[in-house]
C-alpha cells in the first residue's frame, strides 16, 4: 500500500504540501463527501438518520458503506474497524480487512451496510463490572452515524477506515462510555427545549451540548524516558528530587516554543487537521516542558471523539520527534500537573448559544434562566461531577494544593453575581421608561469575554458564553464529565420547564425561580482565590463538600440520589452505575498497586545499588584521605543513614502492599492502597530524594528532573 500520506501530498504522514482548506478533514467521510458520492435519496435518508436520530435502514446503510469503503480504499486503506470507548478510558479497535474471496481465487473489496452499522467484538477482555456474563461474551458496536467515519493513518504508511461505535452488551447495557454520552445529549437536549418553548421560542427544534476541551500535556526526550520505569509503566515519576529551577521564574507560560517543540506541534496539528479535528490554539503551558492544544468546539459526541484522537495523536506524533508525551495528571512533583479545560454549553440548531448573555431583555432573561439552571444543577450535584474527575492521577492535583481544589464551587465573575444578588433582594435593574420590563433587567452589563478577572483557579467558572469545568483530568476521557453535566443540566431543566408550562405570568414565575436559585443554591457560587485555606473553611461553612481522594469521591456514582437522577433520564441504569463503579475503583487500586511494584523494584534494583557503589567509593577514600576525610566521613554517614531508612521504608512498602493485595473486597483494598500503600510510598521517596540530592551524578542511575524537564 505505499508508504503515501492520504491527503495526496505523496509525502509519509505528517508531511504535507497541501494547503490548509484542503488538507483540513482530507481523512474524513465529512458532509461533504457523502453529498458528492451518494446517490441524492440516499444522502437524504442518512442525513434524516444523523439529525433526527431516526434508524437507518438497510438498503441506504448498503449504499452508505460502500461509497465509505470506494472512498477510503481509494485513499489507500486496506482495512476497517469499529472503533470504541470502552470503561479503561482508552478506545479500542480491532481491524477487519475489506478483503471477500472471489469465485476465480481472487479477491474482491467488500464493505456491507451490516457490517457499517453493527459488529459483534468479543466483550470478554474488556471491563463490564458484571454487566456481561462470562457466557455472553459478545458485546455490540453500533455506529454513531452522528459522528463521522474517518481514517487513521499511521507512520508507516497503513490506513484504517474508523467507524465511530457505541459499545454495548446483548441486553443493551451500556459498556463504554459513549453510549451514556449520546443518552445525556438526547436528556438535555429535551429538557431545554421544553424550557425554550415555554418561553416562547418557537423555531429551535434541538439543542446540543457543545465541548471544547484544551488538552495539556508535558514532552520530555524519549532516551531519558526509556531509562525510568517510572515513567514507561506508571506515565509519571515515582522518585525525583526538585530541579534547581522550577517554574518559579513564570518564563515558560506562553514564552516563545522552541523549534524541536515547534515542529512536533506542527506536524500534530496537520495530523489533527486531516482528521477533522479543529486544532486551534497551541502554546507553551506553566511548567517547563508542559504545553497545550485548544481546538474549535464542537457537538459534545465528536468532540469527545477527537479528544481521544487527540491524545493518541500527541503520542504516537512525540515519538517520530524522538521525545514521549506524558498525559499523566502529575508526572513530576512540585510543578504544575495537568488537565483538561472542559469547556462546556448548550446551543440550538438554529444556532443560539443558551449560556450566552443577549443585547434584549427577552434574551437575558433566557440566559439568566440558564444560568440559574446550571447553579442549581452544581449545587445539587456537586459530588457526582467531582466523581467523574476522579483518578488515582488526578487525586495530586485535586486536594493536594493544586488547582483546583477538590471544593466544586462556581465561579460567575462580580459583575454577574452582582446581578443576581440584586434580583434576589428584588431589587429593580431596568433602565427607567424602558419598553421592555420583563423581569427587571433589561439590559445586563457588557459582560467582557476575555474578561482580565478570569478566574484561573475555579473549578467551574463562566467565561462569558460558557462554563468551563477544570477539574477534568489531562488523561481522561471527557465523556463521564460531560454525561455529569448534560444530565445534571437536564433534572435542572426539566423543573424550570414544569414550572414555565404551568406558570400563569411567566416573568413573574422566571423572577420566583432566580430569587429561589440564589436564596436556595447562591452558596455554590465563590469569585475568590480557590487555592487558599481560607476558602475551605469558608466552604465548609457553606456545607461545600471537599472531597479529596477518588476512593471516597467514586461513592457518589451509586447513591440513591444519583441511581434516582441517570435512571430518570435514561442515561445510565442502577446496574450501569454500580459497574462503572466497581471498575473505577478496581483501576485505582490496580493502579496504585502498580505504582508501588515499580517503586519497589527501582528501589532494589536501581538505587540501593547506587548507594552501596558510593559508600565502597567512600570507604576506599577515607582510608586514602587519612586525617583529610573529613567530608567523605560526614558524607558516609548521611548516606549510610539514609541508605538504612530506605531499607526499612521498603521493608514497610512491601509489607503494606501485601497486604493490600490480599484484600478480596475491592473497595476496602482501594481504601488500603489509598491509606497505607500511598504514605509508605510517599514515605520511601523522601529518602530516596535525599539520597540524589546528596549522591554523584555520574553514580545516580536514572535521568533526573533538570535532565527531564530543561533538555527539551
Ligand atoms: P481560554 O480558556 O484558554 O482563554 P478560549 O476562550 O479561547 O480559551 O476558549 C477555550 C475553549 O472554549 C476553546 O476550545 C473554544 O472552542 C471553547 N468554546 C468557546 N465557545 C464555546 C461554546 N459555546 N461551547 C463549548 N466550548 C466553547
Ligand atoms: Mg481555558
Given amino acids: 500500500m505505499g508508504k503515501k500520506c492520504t491527503c495526496g501530498c505523496g509525502k509519509g504522514g505528517g508531511q504535507t504540501t497541501l494547503a490548509l482548506p484542503e488538507l483540513f478533514g482530507a481523512n474524513v467521510f465529512n458532509d461533504r463527501l457523502m453529498k458528492e458520492r451518494l446517490p441524492k435519496e440516499t444522502y437524504k435518508a442518512l442525513r434524516k438518520t444523523i439529525d433526527q436520530g431516526t434508524s437507518l435502514k438497510p438498503d441506504v446503510a448498503a449504499v452508505v458503506a460502500n461509497a ?29 480487512s475489506f478483503i471477500a474471496p472471489a469465485d476465480d481465487g481472487s479477491v474482491i473489496m467488500e464493505f456491507s451496510g451490516k457490517q457499517l452499522i453493527q459488529g459483534e467484538p468479543d466483550a470478554s477482555s474488556f471491563p463490564s463490572g458484571g454487566l456481561r456474563m462470562t457466557a455472553e461474551a459478545r458485546g455490540y458496536t453500533a455506529w454513531d452515524c452522528t459522528s463521522p467515519a474517518f481514517l487513521k493513518e499511521d507512520a508507516v504508511g497503513n490506513v484504517t477506515l474508523c467507524i465511530p461505535t457505541a459499545f454495548c452488551s446483548y441486553k443493551g447495557e451500556a459498556l463504554d462510555k459513549k453510549t451514556p454520552l449520546l443518552r445525556s445529549m438526547s436528556a438535555v437536549s429535551t429538557q431545554a427545549l421544553r424550557v425554550l418553548k415555554a418561553m416562547g421560542n418557537t423555531t429551535s427544534t434541538r439543542v446540543a451540548s457543545t465541548v471544547g476541551a484544551e488538552q495539556e500535556y508535558f514532552l520530555v526526550e524519549k532516551e531519558y524516558y526509556l531509562q525510568r520505569l517510572d515513567l514507561i509503566t506508571c506515565g509519571r515519576t515515582l522518585f525525583g528530587a526538585p530541579a534547581p529551577k522550577g517554574q518559579e521564574l513564570e518564563d515558560q507560560y506562553f514564552g516563545a516554543i522552541k523549534d524541536r517543540v515547534s515542529a512536533y506541534m506542527q506536524d500534530l496539528d496537520v495530523e489533527l487537521w486531516k482528521m477533522g479535528i479543529t486544532s486551534k490554539t497551541r502554546h507553551n503551558e506553566v511548567a517547563p516542558a508542559q504545553f497545550e492544544m485548544a481546538p474549535v468546539f464542537t457537538t459534545t459526541n465528536i468532540a469527545a471523539d477527537h479528544n481521544q484522537l487527540v491524545m493518541e495523536t ?39 448559544n443558551l449560556l450566552e448573555p443577549g443585547n434584549t431583555p427577552e434574551d437575558n432573561a433566557q440566559f439568566l434562566v440558564f444560568l440559574a439552571a446550571l447553579l442549581k444543577a452544581v449545587d445539587t450535584n456537586a459530588d457526582i461531577m467531582r466523581a467523574t474527575c476522579g ?93 455529569a453535566l448534560n444530565t445534571i443540566a437536564a433534572e435542572a431543566l426539566d423543573e424550570i420547564a414544569t414550572r414555565l408550562e404551568k406558570a400563569k405570568d411567566i416573568n413573574k414565575e422566571i423572577l420566583a425561580i432566580l430569587q429561589e436559585t440564589v436564596k436556595n443554591h447562591g452558596r455554590i457560587i465563590f469569585n475568590g482565590n480557590n487555592y487558599t485555606a481560607e476558602w475551605a473553611t469558608e466552604a465548609a461553612k457553606r456545607g461545600l463538600a471537599n472531597t479529596r481522594t477518588t476512593v471516597d469521591a467514586l ?27 466497581d471498575i473505577y475503583v478496581e483501576q485505582y487500586a490496580k493502579h496504585i498497586n502498580i505504582e508501588a511494584q515499580v517503586a519497589m523494584q527501582m528501589v532494589k534494583r536501581r538505587f540501593i545499588p547506587a548507594a552501596i557503589r558510593f559508600m565502597s567509593e567512600l570507604g576506599t577514600s577515607i582510608n586514602a584521605a587519612g586525617k583529610y576525610a573529613t567530608v567523605q566521613k560526614d558524607l558516609l554517614a548521611q548516606v549510610g543513614a539514609l541508605l538504612d531508612g530506605v531499607g526499612k521504608k521498603l521493608a514497610k512498602l512491601e509489607a503494606e502492599t501485601a497486604k493490600a493485595q490480599g484484600i478480596a473486597k475491592v473497595d476496602k483494598q482501594a481504601m488500603a492502597f489509598r491509606d497505607q500503600v500511598m504514605p509508605a510510598l510517599s514515605a520511601l521517596r523522601q529518602d530516596i530524594d535525599s539520597l540524589e540530592s546528596i549522591m554523584p551524578g555520574d553514580l545516580w542511575p536514572v535521568p533526573v528532573y533538570s535532565d527531564l524537564l530543561f533538555k527539551l
Avoid at 469499529?82 to 479500542?92: E, I, S, Y
Avoid at 493536594?400 to 481544589?405: D, F, I, L, Q, Y
Avoid at 474578561?451 to 471527557?478: C, H, L, Y
Fill in 314 to 352: 500527541m503520542q504516537k506524533v512525540a515519538l517520530r520527534h524522538g521525545m514521549v508525551c506524558l498525559l499523566h495528571e502529575k508526572p513530576y512533583a512540585g510543578i504544575n500537573g495537568s488537565g483538561k479545560h472542559n469547556n462546556w454549553s448548550l446551543s440550538t440548531d438554529d444556532g443560539i
Fill in 555 to 581: 461513592k457518589s456514582f451509586v447513591t440513591p440520589k444519583a441511581i434516582k437522577l441517570f435512571g430518570k433520564y435514561k442515561v445510565l441504569s442502577k446496574d450501569e452505575l454500580h459497574s462503572r463503579y
Fill in 391 to 483: 483518578s488515582s492521577g488526578n487525586d495530586h492535583r485535586l486536594g493536594a494544593n493544586e488547582a483546583p481544589p477538590a471544593i466544586i464551587s462556581v465561579f460567575l465573575g462580580d459583575a454577574l453575581s452582582d446581578i443576581l444578588i440584586k434580583l434576589a433582594k428584588g431589587e429593580k435593574m431596568a433602565k427607567k421608561g424602558a419598553a421592555f420590563l420583563n423581569i427587571g433587567v433589561d439590559s445586563l452589563p457588557e459582560l467582557p469575554k476575555d474578561n482580565t478577572d478570569r478566574n484561573r483557579t475555579s473549578p467551574f467558572a463562566f467565561t462569558g458564553n460558557k462554563f468551563e469545568f477544570r477539574m477534568v483530568g489531562s488523561s481522561q476521557s471527557i465523556s463521564g464529565p460531560n454525561v
Fill in 68 to 96: 465509505m469503503k470506494d472512498w477510503a480504499v481509494e485513499r489507500g486503506a486496506t482495512h476497517y474497524t469499529h472503533w470504541f470507548q470502552p470503561l479503561t478510558g482508552f478506545t479500542a479497535e480491532k481491524h477487519d
